[in-house]
């Protein structure tokens, strides 16, 4: 789709973006757009919650109802948005840090709760913003400012953490896999629940740099090279699928989510 | 001022010389989660963690909750625990900084002073430290990188003294120290080391002959009784303060107090600030002076526990005082100049005295503020009701 198409959706007054040229933040949020343009939805029926970080800055950019919260509580923040307006589409963006470390608390229970929220994870592997420190899911071995020698940590699985938490719809793609991704958070937007997409991106800046990949494109041939299918990866044996990248689409259930759950409840309690 | 020997210097940011500081202190722990504009302390301290110039256990924890948390768990069981931070960093912190202050562990953290959120500002003010002042903390204020590291040099002796025991912030302005480049002259590692000592173990969690507990439920029954001690704590504090601060100056010939005045002897006029906006200052008070104004200045370098008698002793008689805020206290007057003003409540001859918040979320404060604040006061035009502002379009 043409860039041009999706400019209305942006504030584009506060161009130029912080982000370093080539970053995966702008894939995904061509992406989001697209997904938004194609379910046709109302700009003023959306809100956009951010936490800190690079791809945080997001919501800055974004022409919807946006919200710029706190490093880590962008989905605490949405909870209380989707709570007050349930027509709302509430989605929240946030860095690997922001919803995996600092707020992995509310991460993991917004999941259990089914709350109808978007998550999409700008999932780069690091502290974009700060300087380049490991995250909770930067992987073993590799390098990060805090990791000159190599990184000791087990790293976060993002989408099992997600299953295992009870999100109801739960997909991952890498910035590489542009359609794939305008895919999964256009079902993800739709879905009735919790959904988590885990979008691998580059910062190549930090990421990049520490570890052998400093251009964009490098980090980009570099998902496209261990990036292996769901269907395939199901084939292979563990040792096969070391240092790979899973994508499709994990789980999609429909379950009743938290504000069902909630009205069923007042009925009840009503005795209506 | 302190004279600095420029020979014997080395220009470095803020963070540098407080990673320094760290470097020769060599806490036992250090837990940390990065946050502008402290990250670069814990980079360079990474760095010593990393090449094996120190010993120091470093955790990168996953937030500023678990940073505090962690190096109270590590101070509790009788470790030397550092941490540092800056703003939303140090909110996150709140509820283990008053867990700090009443555990009575003696840890030495520098917050590298950032407006507090929202909206979002990552440079300097004062919000983020004057939320914690009522915690009990001590908390020094620097002007400059050589007093940013001085200081946090000098609080660990403060912080571990028995008749203390209480945490210490050292404040430093967010990049105009952290990241602005001065000389600072940096002490030999083993007269650091020297100084500092070996910390007492003072009821450790792990001495299995004597276990103890650290917070259990305190009700009605006693924990009004051991805020009256952290009360008493800061009392032998401020008792101790002085003696700590000679014996920096013996190592260093660096001489620390409450607050450092600065041309007062025959001022009228007197400014009280915290933090590098001093430098600017005595940078005024001395075009003024040329210009044959008595005007003076008094930094204050401890700001809990206040330092009441001396900035009586100081401001006692003076014409009028002028009271610069890197912070509002919003629905009442401003932090130090409520301070202040209570303090001279109890002066002999009051002097008049006038408000001024400045500099919030970084906005520069420049000579021409300042003096503008100095004219206020010389030409009769200040009110002690009313709160001005420098620098801000209105
Ligand atoms: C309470 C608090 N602690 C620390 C920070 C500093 N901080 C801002 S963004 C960030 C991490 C950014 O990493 P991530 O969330 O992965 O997002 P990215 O920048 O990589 O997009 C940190 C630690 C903060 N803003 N607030
Ligand atoms: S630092 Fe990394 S995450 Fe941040 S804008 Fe640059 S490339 Fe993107």
């Known amino acids: 789709m043409k860039t041009k198409q999706l400019l209305k959706y942006l504030r584009i007054d506060r161009w130029p973006t912080v982000w370093c040229p080539g970053c995966g933040n702008g894939i995904i ?3 989001f757009l697209e997904a938004v343009d194609q379910l046709k939805l109302k700009k003023d029926r959306i809100a956009v919650v951010s936490g800190i970080g690079c791809s945080s800055r997001a919501t800055g950019y974004l022409d919807f109802n946006t919200m710029h919260t706190l490093h880590g509580r962008a989905i605490a923040f949405a909870t209380g948005v989707k709570l007050a307006r349930p027509e709302f589409k509430v989605i929240v ?19 259990r709760r089914n709350i109808d929220l978007t998550v999409i994870v700008f999932n780069n592997m690091i502290y974009g913003m700060t300087g380049g420190q490991y995250s909770p899911t930067t992987p073993e071995e590799e390098y990060a400012s805090t990791a000159p020698y190599g990184h000791i940590e087990k790293p976060f699985d993002i989408v099992k953490l997600a299953l295992s938490a009870g999100a109801t719809y739960v997909a991952r793609a890498t910035v590489y896999h542009y359609n794939l ?35 964009p494109y490098q980090m980009l041939e570099y998902f496209k090279t261990n990036s292996v299918t769901l269907q395939k990866a199901q084939t292979m044996s563990e040792e096969e699928l070391e240092g790979k990248i899973v994508i499709g689409q994990f789980r999609k259930e429909e379950k009743p989510c938290y504000m069902d759950c909630y009205r069923e409840l007042q009925k009840k309690a009503q005795g209506r | ?37 402290q990250t670069p302390i814990v980079e360079y301290f990474a760095k010593f963690v990393a090449d094996g110039v120190v ?9 500023e909750h678990s940073a505090m948390s962690a190096v109270v768990g590590a101070a509790a069981a009788g470790a030397r625990a550092m941490t540092a931070t800056s703003a939303n960093g140090l909110a996150l912190m709140h509820e283990i900084v008053y867990i ?66 209480l945490p210490v912030m050292v404040n430093l302005d967010g990049f105009i120290l952290s990241h602005g480049v001065e000389p600072v002259e940096f002490l030999p590692d083993e007269v650091v080391k020297e100084f500092v000592g070996k910390p007492k173990r003072v009821y450790p969690l792990l001495d299995t002959e004597n276990p103890v507990t650290y917070g259990p439920l305190d009700l009605y029954d006693y924990y009004f009784e051991h805020k009256r001690q952290q009360v008493e704590a800061m009392e032998h504090a401020k008792k101790l303060f002085p003696k700590v601060a000679e014996e920096f100056e013996k190592i260093s010939g660096r001489k620390y107090d409450f607050v450092e005045p600065y041309k007062l002897d025959d001022a009228e006029y007197v400014m009280v600030a915290l933090g590098s906006t001093n430098s600017t200052i005595k940078y005024v008070v001395d075009w003024m ?44 007057e401003a932090p130090l100049y409520e301070a202040i003003k209570s303090a001279l409540y109890e002066a002999t001859i009051r002097p008049r ?11 520069d404060i420049v000579p021409e503020h300042i003096r503008k604040a100095f004219m206020d006061a010389i030409e009769g035009n200040l009110l002690v009701d009313e709160q001005r502002y420098l620098g801000l379009r209105e």
């Open chain 2, 353 to 363: 005295i006038g408000s001024y918040v400045y500099g919030l979320g970084g906005r």
């Open chain 2, 289 to 332: 002076r040329e210009e044959g104004f008595k005007v003076g200045a008094l930094k204050i370098w401890m700001f809990r526990p206040f330092p009441k008698e001396k900035i009586q002793y100081y401001l006692n008689g003076r014409k009028a005082v002028v009271v610069l805020d890197r912070s509002a206290s919003f629905g009442a």
């Open chain 2, 55 to 63: 010993r120091t256990e470093m955790i990168p924890v996953e937030s």
């Open chain 1, 29 to 31: 949020l061509k992406a």
């Open chain 2, 1 to 37: 001022m302190m004279n600095i020997d420029l020979k014997k210097s080395k220009a470095v940011t803020g963070a540098e010389a407080v990673a320094n500081a760290m470097r020769q202190i060599e806490p036992h722990v250090v837990a940390a989660y990065p946050i502008t504009p």
């Open chain 2, 100 to 165: 700090a202050a009443s555990s009575r562990l003696p840890i030495v953290m520098p917050v590298v002073n950032r407006a507090l959120s929202g909206p979002i500002n990552i440079h300097c003010d004062h919000s983020d430290a004057m939320a914690e002042r009522d915690s009990g903390w001590i908390q020094l204020f620097a002007e400059t990188n050589q007093e940013a590291y001085d200081l946090t040099i000098l609080a660990i002796r403060l912080a571990e003294h028995e008749d203390v025991r």
């Open chain 1, 93 to 111: 963006m946030g860095g690997d840090g922001d919803l995996a470390s600092i707020g992995g608390n509310h991460f993991i229970h917004a999941c």
């Open chain 1, 181 to 215: 991704l305008v895919r999964y958070i256009k079902e993800a937007i739709e879905h009735k629940g919790v959904s988590v997409v885990d979008v691998i991106s580059n910062c190549h800046t930090y990421f990049g740099r520490y570890n052998g990949m400093p251009e």
